[in-house]
DNA sequence: TTAAAATTAGGAATAATTCTTAAAAATATA
DNA sequence: TATATTTTTAAGAATTATTCCTAATTTTAA
């Protein structure tokens, strides 16, 4: 555990939401300006291959990481590009069965148009049902 | 629709695997020895912005199109990165719920070690319940 | 405290993809 | 059908994301 390794793990659990390699190396060198981009990108794999941050390649853009390890998806906008997390509720107990693995490393991303935009879009006004399922907790059935 | 659009999309639905934009090219160049790997690219953004074909991300590797539209993940081997079809009963409607889409496209992916891998690494002998699972109707081999 | 092993900074190299431009092809119009 | 307009193409330069290389530095082990 050298010092840059444990400052980009402090930066992606302290971000509060899904940095690039590239958010994160700009943000390292805040703190420590020699850090070179390289040490970044090759401390972010060595985590991922651990497990201790997930890799998340999102629809079109650069792969981010997220220090949430607990299994979850992302819904990507299609219009605004924002990423939000999501929670599937048993897909991880469904793929542990196909799979044969304990815990199964998912990676989900799901296209769609934010409430934000939609609004955008539909010329505001009504409020539709996506915000409420959206806030609200769905269940998933699988079996 | 030009001729080179429609090689590509033929060269994808007779392909019975997932390819690169890369071998995509090289196959197309074999009865179209002009065409330009810009052109493939192009083509296979356009094509699935329209949804005519499916962009996968699998795990570390490069983008790979899939001309099946129907709703279905992937397996990606972690020791020898072969690609599986996955069906994921139930998932697209709960994402439909979710994010109000009619049809959601999503993109799944899942990191295991394939049944011939794991045989190799546990030396052979007891059949395990993974080979049960990938032979039955689970999944489906085309990698 | 010193030796060995691992990691770093810095930059070159690579891979995948997009962008640019003039020419060719496709489509619309007369 | 001929011609004008629009779209797409080929070719390759440019960009973006990432990995690789090397000598120097830091960390770990003895």
Redesign the pocket.
């Known amino acids: ?5 444990a400052l980009i793990a402090q930066i992606l659990r302290t971000a509060g939401r899904h940095l ?3 958010e994160i190396f700009q943000l390292a060198r805040r703190s ?1 300006p ?6 970044v ?3 972010l ?1 060595l985590m991922a291959e651990d497990g201790e941050l997930r890799r998340i390649e999102a629809a079109g ?3 981010r990481y997220d220090a949430n390890l607990s299994p979850h998806g992302h819904l990507v906008c299609r219009v605004c590009g924002k990423l939000d997390d999501m929670a599937v509720p048993c897909l991880a107990s469904y793929l542990s069965r196909c799979t044969g693995e304990d815990a199964p490393r998912y990676d989900l991303s799901v296209d769609w148009v934010c409430p934000a935009c939609r609004r955008a879009r539909e010329g505001g006004g009504e409020r539709d049902s996506v915000d409420q399922l959206h806030n609200g907790s769905q269940t998933y059935n699988i079996d």
């Not at 555990?1 to 390794?5: D, G, H, Y």
């Not at 020699?34 to 040490?39: D, M, N, R, Y």
């Open positions: 555990m050298t010092r840059q390794r690039t390699a590239e420590m020699s850090i070179a981009v390289g040490t990108y090759r401390n794999r853009g650069p792969v």
